[in-house]
Nanobody
Framework: QVQLVESGGGLVQAGGSLRPSCAAS????????MGWFRQAPGKGREFVAT????????YLADSVKGRFTISRDNALNTVYLQLSSLKPEDTAVYYC????????????????WGQGTQVTVSS
Protein backbone atom coordinates (compact mmCIF):
# COMPACT_ATOMS: atom_id res chain seq x y z
CA GLN A 1 0.00 0.00 0.00
CA VAL A 2 1.25 3.47 -0.90
CA GLN A 3 -0.14 6.67 0.52
CA LEU A 4 0.43 9.92 -1.36
CA VAL A 5 0.14 13.43 0.04
CA GLU A 6 0.42 16.47 -2.22
CA SER A 7 1.37 19.94 -1.07
CA GLY A 8 2.74 23.15 -2.51
CA GLY A 9 -0.22 24.38 -4.50
CA GLY A 10 -1.49 27.92 -4.16
CA LEU A 11 -2.53 31.15 -5.84
CA VAL A 12 -0.12 32.80 -8.25
CA GLN A 13 -0.28 35.43 -10.96
CA ALA A 14 0.09 34.53 -14.61
CA GLY A 15 3.75 34.10 -15.49
CA GLY A 16 4.59 32.95 -11.98
CA SER A 17 5.91 29.66 -10.63
CA LEU A 18 4.99 27.00 -8.10
CA ARG A 19 6.47 23.66 -7.13
CA PRO A 20 3.91 21.16 -5.87
CA SER A 21 5.35 18.07 -4.25
CA CYS A 22 4.02 14.61 -3.50
CA ALA A 23 5.30 12.68 -0.51
CA ALA A 24 4.86 8.92 -0.50
CA SER A 25 4.77 6.51 2.38
CA UNK A 26 6.32 3.07 2.28
CA UNK A 27 9.74 1.58 1.69
CA UNK A 28 9.35 0.79 -2.00
CA UNK A 29 8.85 4.26 -3.47
CA UNK A 30 11.91 3.80 -5.67
CA UNK A 31 10.18 0.98 -7.53
CA UNK A 32 7.15 3.09 -8.51
CA UNK A 33 6.52 5.08 -11.63
CA MET A 34 4.89 8.39 -10.71
CA GLY A 35 2.53 10.68 -12.54
CA TRP A 36 0.90 14.08 -12.20
CA PHE A 37 -2.59 14.77 -13.47
CA ARG A 38 -4.88 17.77 -13.18
CA GLN A 39 -8.59 18.36 -13.19
CA ALA A 40 -10.25 21.70 -13.80
CA PRO A 41 -13.88 22.35 -12.80
CA GLY A 42 -16.28 20.61 -15.15
CA LYS A 43 -13.50 18.78 -16.99
CA GLY A 44 -11.99 15.32 -16.94
CA ARG A 45 -8.69 14.33 -15.38
CA GLU A 46 -5.87 15.37 -17.70
CA PHE A 47 -2.37 13.89 -17.92
CA VAL A 48 0.41 16.38 -17.09
CA ALA A 49 3.68 14.50 -16.53
CA THR A 50 5.18 11.16 -15.59
CA UNK A 51 8.54 9.87 -14.42
CA UNK A 52 9.97 6.36 -14.24
CA UNK A 53 11.04 4.64 -11.03
CA UNK A 54 14.65 5.82 -11.26
CA UNK A 55 13.98 9.20 -12.85
CA UNK A 56 15.65 8.10 -16.06
CA UNK A 57 12.59 8.62 -18.23
CA UNK A 58 10.11 11.47 -18.17
CA TYR A 59 7.24 12.47 -20.39
CA LEU A 60 5.18 15.66 -20.36
CA ALA A 61 1.95 16.67 -22.03
CA ASP A 62 2.39 18.92 -25.06
CA SER A 63 0.44 21.68 -23.30
CA VAL A 64 3.08 21.97 -20.57
CA LYS A 65 6.33 21.12 -22.37
CA GLY A 66 8.90 23.84 -21.90
CA ARG A 67 7.05 25.19 -18.85
CA PHE A 68 6.75 22.27 -16.41
CA THR A 69 9.35 19.81 -15.17
CA ILE A 70 8.88 16.57 -13.23
CA SER A 71 11.58 15.20 -10.93
CA ARG A 72 11.92 12.86 -7.99
CA ASP A 73 14.11 12.27 -4.95
CA ASN A 74 13.93 8.62 -3.97
CA ALA A 75 15.87 9.26 -0.77
CA LEU A 76 13.04 11.56 0.34
CA ASN A 77 10.20 9.50 -1.17
CA THR A 78 9.06 12.62 -2.99
CA VAL A 79 8.16 13.61 -6.53
CA TYR A 80 8.04 17.22 -7.64
CA LEU A 81 6.32 19.17 -10.38
CA GLN A 82 7.98 22.49 -11.19
CA LEU A 83 5.40 24.82 -12.72
CA SER A 84 6.76 27.87 -14.54
CA SER A 85 5.31 30.51 -16.87
CA LEU A 86 1.91 29.66 -15.49
CA LYS A 87 -1.23 30.55 -17.41
CA PRO A 88 -4.83 30.92 -16.17
CA GLU A 89 -5.71 27.74 -18.07
CA ASP A 90 -3.33 25.82 -15.78
CA THR A 91 -5.79 26.39 -12.94
CA ALA A 92 -6.86 22.98 -11.61
CA VAL A 93 -6.52 20.49 -8.79
CA TYR A 94 -3.24 18.68 -9.31
CA TYR A 95 -3.02 15.01 -8.32
CA CYS A 96 -0.08 12.67 -8.06
CA UNK A 97 -0.40 8.96 -8.74
CA UNK A 98 1.77 5.86 -8.39
CA UNK A 99 2.17 2.46 -10.00
CA UNK A 100 5.00 -0.05 -9.83
CA UNK A 101 7.30 0.03 -12.82
CA UNK A 102 8.14 2.53 -15.51
CA UNK A 103 5.97 5.48 -16.46
CA UNK A 104 2.36 5.67 -17.54
CA UNK A 105 0.18 8.23 -19.28
CA UNK A 106 -3.41 7.18 -18.55
CA UNK A 107 -5.21 7.66 -15.23
CA UNK A 108 -6.55 4.10 -15.31
CA UNK A 109 -3.01 2.74 -15.32
CA UNK A 110 -2.31 4.02 -11.82
CA UNK A 111 -3.06 2.19 -8.58
CA UNK A 112 -2.66 4.90 -5.96
CA TRP A 113 -3.74 8.54 -5.83
CA GLY A 114 -3.26 11.50 -3.55
CA GLN A 115 -5.97 13.89 -2.45
CA GLY A 116 -4.85 16.71 -4.72
CA THR A 117 -3.55 20.25 -4.30
CA GLN A 118 -5.21 23.33 -5.77
CA VAL A 119 -3.30 25.52 -8.19
CA THR A 120 -4.96 28.79 -9.14
CA VAL A 121 -3.46 31.17 -11.68
CA SER A 122 -4.90 34.67 -11.87
CA SER A 123 -4.72 36.79 -14.99
Amino acid sequence: QVQLVESGGGLVQAGGSLRPSCAASGHTFSSYGMGWFRQAPGKGREFVATISWNGGSTYLADSVKGRFTISRDNALNTVYLQLSSLKPEDTAVYYCAARRGSYYLRPDEYDYWGQGTQVTVSS
